[in-house]
């Protein structure tokens, strides 16, 4: 029985319920509780709406919701379901243009979602018709609020959200800004379909314990060793987190090596470096720095490999992610092959990504029958906070409070 | 060569490129190519887009060697095979010493529990160099008609 009540288990949020992963009813109440509750949830790059005009469909959780540039520049977005049938008003990716109509019946609304137009509301030649009362202002779609940062389009239903800064808090501001510090350009999408809940791929996302065990591509070539100078912030809030490591500063530890982990192997050499090949554009010499935004944003920098993944739940057992590889419009051509390159680390394909998609499917057919079993996230201790090691799953902690105070679970 | 000559030689290349792979002798894979290939796994909409980035890219057969390698020894995934089903190549351009040709494939993937699915589908662009004991990819593109991607994609395609 999968929709038995979520009882969860004591120490702190160290332990963790199976149930929340398989649970239907969990999976509905986490639509309202969460992504249309006080939370901004990642929408595009405000480069891909850099025109007056331009929309596009994307997500807030699961609900196709249409984001905008007004004429007068500003932004906005809306549910993407027309108030007549249902059906979706953007059922592509995106346009340009000062109105969007409805394919079924040519429902028409402007870019703030306000109904401007439908046709044959007076009849013809004196029959049929809408009602006399019918007023099509009574039929805004429900409205997005949106805010940018720096150059990141976010979204949320609910009046009370705290300001988008507010919500992403100094940390958190301060290191998507590091990346995110000149004009954007995509330089490429894909699709990933994951065969398990959302909330595994977030957490896999916060888990910096896993990186070096699992991810054996990049532990071979020392960019993401755990005895590498590297931390964990995480926000005031515990919704958010950073992890980042500097692959210059790592060396020989005996604690790493004494582990006998399958990742050593000094055998291991690539016949062609030029793939991890690259140029410390951001002067700081971190190379690697995984970003987490509550509930379902992800900033990557891997070297000059830059995306963001915007996970959408499909379903309790299924999640597809959404990557879009950026560069900066300034690059040149070498800057682009090298970002070109490392894309191969990363994506459905990633030298050290692939597995991730291993891992969801393995856990998912792992839980099957757990009854009452829940999860123990105990390294590092059993409270949230930031850390200076990455051997911790403090960001995983955090999550769990913050999605237990949404979920009044 | 004849025309009949060059289709059969580049038939034969697509049909033993299939085989390496769905037969598990990826390390034959990286031969097919040569030294200073270009190979690129990327969605059709990227592709009509030109957007830069796709699933895989390598500009040296030593991209491939290690791709493989990485295969073999680092990665983890679920035990899985491919088997190709290609169509007739069509060879859309010839000059002295290459031809430009496409062929259009299905890929079924089978996993270790039993699950198959029709995993990616779309057409091969080829640039291929003849003349020498055996005709090799200087550029491959495999172009996915789906933008999505299941689980993930660890062998080449």
Same mark, same amino acid.
Request: with cysteine.
């Given at each position: 029985?999968?929709?038995?009540?979520?009882?969860?288990?004591?120490?702190?949020?160290?332990?963790?319920?199976?149930?929340?992963?398989?649970?239907?009813?969990?999976?509905?109440?986490?639509?309202?509780?969460?992504?249309?509750?006080?939370?901004?949830?990642?929408?595009?790059?405000?480069?891909?709406?850099?025109?007056?005009?331009?929309?596009?469909?994307?997500?807030?959780?699961?609900? =196709?919701?249409?984001?905008?540039?007004?004429?007068? /520049?500003?932004?906005?977005?809306?549910?993407?379901?027309?108030?007549?049938?249902?059906?979706?008003?953007?059922?592509?990716?995106?346009?340009?243009?000062?109105?969007?109509?409805?394919?079924?019946?040519?429902?028409?609304?402007?870019?703030? /979602?306000?109904?401007?137009?439908? =046709?044959? #509301?007076?009849?013809?030649?004196? +029959?049929?018709?809408?009602?006399?009362?019918?007023?099509?202002?009574?039929?805004?779609?429900?409205?997005?609020?949106?805010?940018?940062?720096?150059?990141?389009?976010?979204?949320?239903?609910?009046?009370?959200? =705290?300001?988008?800064?507010?919500?992403?808090? =100094?940390?958190?501001?301060?290191?998507?800004?590091?990346?995110?510090?000149?004009?954007?350009?995509?330089?490429?999408?894909?699709?990933?379909?994951?065969?398990?809940?959302?909330?595994?791929?977030?957490?896999?996302?916060?888990?910096?314990?896993?990186?070096?065990?699992?991810?054996?591509?990049?532990?071979?070539?020392?960019?993401?060793?755990?005895?590498?100078?590297?931390?964990?912030?995480?926000?005031?809030?515990?919704?958010?987190?950073?992890?980042?490591? +500097?692959?210059?500063?790592?060396?020989?530890?005996?604690?790493?090596?004494?582990?006998?982990?399958?990742?050593?192997?000094?055998?291991?050499?690539?016949?062609?470096?030029?793939?991890?090949?690259?140029?410390?554009?951001?002067?700081?010499?971190?190379?690697? #720095?995984?970003?987490?935004?509550?509930?379902?944003?992800?900033?990557?920098?891997?070297?000059?490999?830059?995306?963001?993944?915007?996970?959408?739940?499909?379903?309790?057992?299924?999640?597809?992610?959404?990557?879009?590889?950026?560069?900066?419009?300034?690059?040149?051509?070498?800057?682009?092959?090298?970002?070109? +390159?490392?894309?191969?680390?990363?994506?459905?394909?990633?030298?050290?990504?692939?597995?991730?998609?291993?891992?969801?499917?393995?856990?998912?057919?792992?839980?099957?029958?757990?009854?009452?079993?829940?999860?123990?996230?105990?390294?590092?201790?059993?409270?949230?906070?930031?850390?200076?090691?990455?051997?911790?799953?403090?960001?995983?902690?955090?999550?769990? +409070?913050?999605?237990?105070?949404?979920?009044?679970? | 060569?004849?025309?009949?000559?060059?289709?059969?030689?580049?038939?034969?290349?697509?049909?033993?490129?299939?085989?390496?792979?769905?037969?598990?002798?990826?390390?034959?894979?990286?031969?097919?190519?040569?030294?200073?290939?270009?190979?690129?796994?990327?969605?059709?909409?990227?592709?009509?887009?030109?957007?830069?980035?796709?699933?895989?890219?390598?500009?040296?057969?030593?991209?491939?060697?290690?791709?493989?390698?990485?295969?073999?020894?680092?990665?983890?995934?679920?035990?899985?095979?491919?088997?190709?089903?290609l169509s007739p190549t069509l060879v859309t351009r010839r000059e002295a010493g290459a031809v430009e040709a496409q062929t259009n494939y299905q890929v079924i993937r089978t996993t270790q529990e039993g699950a198959m699915m029709l995993f990616s589908t779309g057409r091969y662009l080829d640039r291929i160099v003849i003349g020498g004991p055996e005709p090799l990819f200087a550029e491959k593109l495999v172009l996915c008609d789906s933008r999505r991607v299941d689980t993930l994609l660890a062998i080449p395609l």
């Open positions: 029985m999968d929709d038995r009540p979520i009882v969860w288990p004591e120490p702190g949020f160290s332990r963790v319920p199976y149930d929340v992963y398989k649970s239907a009813e969990i999976y509905d109440a986490e639509r309202q509780r969460i992504f249309m509750g006080a939370v901004w949830n990642y929408l595009c790059l405000e480069c891909e709406l850099a025109t007056p005009g331009d929309y596009r469909a994307t997500f807030v959780g699961d609900v =196709p919701v249409v984001v905008a540039r007004d004429l007068d /520049g500003s932004l906005g977005g809306f549910e993407n379901r027309c108030a007549h049938r249902g059906a979706l008003i953007c059922p592509k990716e995106g346009g340009n243009g000062a109105r969007i109509s409805c394919v079924y019946h040519g429902w028409t609304y402007d870019l703030k /979602g306000n109904l401007t137009a439908v =046709p044959f #509301q007076r009849g013809i030649a004196g +029959k049929g018709g809408m009602p006399e009362d019918f007023r099509r202002e009574q039929w805004k779609r429900r409205p997005l609020r949106v805010e940018v940062f720096a150059g990141l389009v976010f979204g949320t239903f609910a009046a009370d959200a =705290p300001p988008l800064a507010t919500y992403l808090g =100094p940390a958190i501001a301060q290191h998507i800004t590091r990346v995110m510090r000149k004009p954007a350009k995509v330089i490429g999408y894909n699709s990933q379909i994951l065969p398990n809940n959302w909330k595994m791929y977030i957490c896999n996302v916060r888990d910096p314990y896993h990186a070096s065990l699992l991810h054996l591509f990049f532990t071979t070539f020392r960019l993401n060793r755990l005895s590498a100078e590297g931390g964990i912030l995480i926000d005031e809030s515990g919704g958010h987190h950073v992890s980042y490591s +500097k692959a210059a500063t790592d060396r020989q530890n005996a604690d790493y090596d004494a582990a006998d982990l399958r990742a050593k192997n000094e055998g291991f050499r690539l016949a062609d470096p030029s793939m991890i090949e690259g140029i410390d554009e951001f002067g700081d010499g971190i190379t690697l #720095q995984i970003l987490s935004v509550f509930p379902c944003f992800v900033l990557q920098q891997i070297q000059n490999c830059l995306c963001t993944r915007q996970v959408v739940p499909r379903g309790k057992d299924e999640t597809e992610l959404l990557w879009t590889y950026f560069g900066f419009e300034d690059d040149d051509a070498a800057m682009t092959l090298h970002r070109v +390159k490392q894309a191969n680390l990363v994506g459905p394909g990633g030298y050290v990504s692939m597995e991730d998609g291993a891992v969801g499917s393995f856990v998912r057919r792992g839980i099957t029958g757990s009854g009452e079993d829940r999860e123990v996230l105990e390294m590092g201790g059993r409270d949230w906070r930031s850390q200076d090691t990455r051997a911790t799953e403090s960001p995983l902690r955090g999550f769990w +409070k913050v999605y237990r105070e949404h979920m009044s679970l | 060569m004849t025309d009949a000559e060059l289709q059969f030689a580049v038939e034969r290349l697509e049909a033993r490129y299939a085989a390496a792979i769905d037969d598990d002798r990826l390390e034959d894979w990286p031969l097919f190519f040569t030294e200073t290939c270009r190979y690129q796994i990327i969605t059709r909409e990227n592709y009509e887009k030109k957007l830069p980035v796709g699933i895989f890219f390598a500009n040296s057969r030593g991209m491939l060697i290690d791709r493989v390698r990485s295969l073999r020894e680092a990665n983890i995934y679920e035990a899985q095979r491919y088997r190709h089903i």
